[in-house]
């Protein structure tokens, strides 16, 4: 069977990531995003500059930090736009990590610096869920400050991460009744879908279809697009592959220890067909 051709790019592959965020014409894309998740922390924020998504440590010979989108308002803000394809052992590591090159570079030097700091954002949109993530199956946004834990109250306001766990947002296109919605699900479905829904037939939203149509790409573009795609379907596969063989061992287990194949099935995720499979040349 032919394979579907896509009308629109896939967000959480490299390019098609940076063309709907990260180019200076689509910025009003970004800049409507980060209002509508940041609106109770922002107010609104009406200009963007995009900044230099490479970072060094204190030292040429210290670990490199490179972003996806790094960005700052026209208060001096800094913004950290992460795009996380795949599970990472210590990605909340490593997002803290990056937000501190932003803090760092804010030092002046000379005595009379009084150390008051910007407001700095690491927002990470997340192909995958945490494992901690997976006992609460309707939570897909995490906002994380440094609070008091006696009374949870924010001690800092000035550090911000926020985590959106993609996978989980399940919402229809009739269900949409916030525009963070409307983005989560534009976000999450974009190559999808082969046409504007009625209910994101604005501005924005029109612009984000139009800029994302793979049949208005130059020849150059759809071929960097198509690198890009071709990296993200091999990096899928892998990890489906390993996740499969990590099933199947631990069904083999299971089958040893004369458990159900119902039970197996229901443990390990594969089908009563290869779970019985199995059974049968373990016998």
């Known amino acids: 069977m032919e394979e579907r051709r896509e009308k629109y790019i896939n967000p959480f592959t490299d390019y098609g990531f940076k063309r709907l965020f990260g180019e200076e014409p689509n910025k009003d894309l970004l800049l409507d995003f980060l209002n509508e998740l940041l609106k109770h922390e922002q107010g609104r924020i009406t200009e963007l500059t995009y900044l230099k998504s490479d970072k060094l440590g204190s030292s040429e010979e210290d670990r490199k930090a490179v972003f996806d989108l790094y960005c700052q308002n026209e208060r001096g803000e800094k913004f950290i736009v992460e795009l996380q394809k795949t599970k990472?052992?210590?990605?909340?590591?490593?997002?803290?990590?990056?937000?501190?090159?932003?803090?760092?570079?804010?030092?002046?030097?000379?005595?009379?610096?009084?150390f008051e700091l910007k407001a700095v954002y690491t927002i990470a949109i997340l192909?995958?869920?945490?494992?901690?993530?997976?006992?609460?199956p309707d939570k897909y946004r995490y906002d994380v400050k440094l609070t008091d834990i006696e009374t949870c109250k924010v001690f800092y306001d000035k550090l911000t991460f926020v985590y959106l766990e993609m996978p989980k947002f399940q919402k229809d296109v009739k269900e949409l009744t916030t525009r963070f919605d409307q983005w989560m699900f534009v976000i999450r479905n974009l190559n999808k879908l082969d046409r504007v829904p009625d209910e994101l037939r604005e501005g924005i939203f029109e612009k984000l279809f139009e800029v994302a149509e793979i049949a208005k790409f130059s020849p150059e573009e759809a071929e960097a697009?198509?690198?890009?795609?071709?990296?993200?379907?091999?990096?899928?596969?892998?990890?489906?592959?390993?996740?499969?063989?990590?099933?199947?061992?631990i069904a083999r287990n299971l089958l040893e220890s004369g458990i159900s194949v119902e039970i197996i099935q229901s443990s390990t995720g594969l089908s009563i067909e290869v779970v019985e499979g199995l059974k049968r040349n373990e016998g």
């Open 127 to 136: 192909d995958f869920i945490f494992d901690e993530g997976k006992r609460e």
């Open 225 to 249: 697009y198509e690198e890009s795609l071709k990296s993200y379907r091999d990096l899928k596969n892998s990890l489906d592959t390993a996740k499969e063989e990590k099933a199947i061992e």
């Open 88 to 114: 990472q052992k210590f990605f909340k590591d490593r997002t803290v990590y990056y937000s501190t090159f932003p803090i760092r570079e804010q030092a002046q030097r000379g005595s009379d610096w009084t």
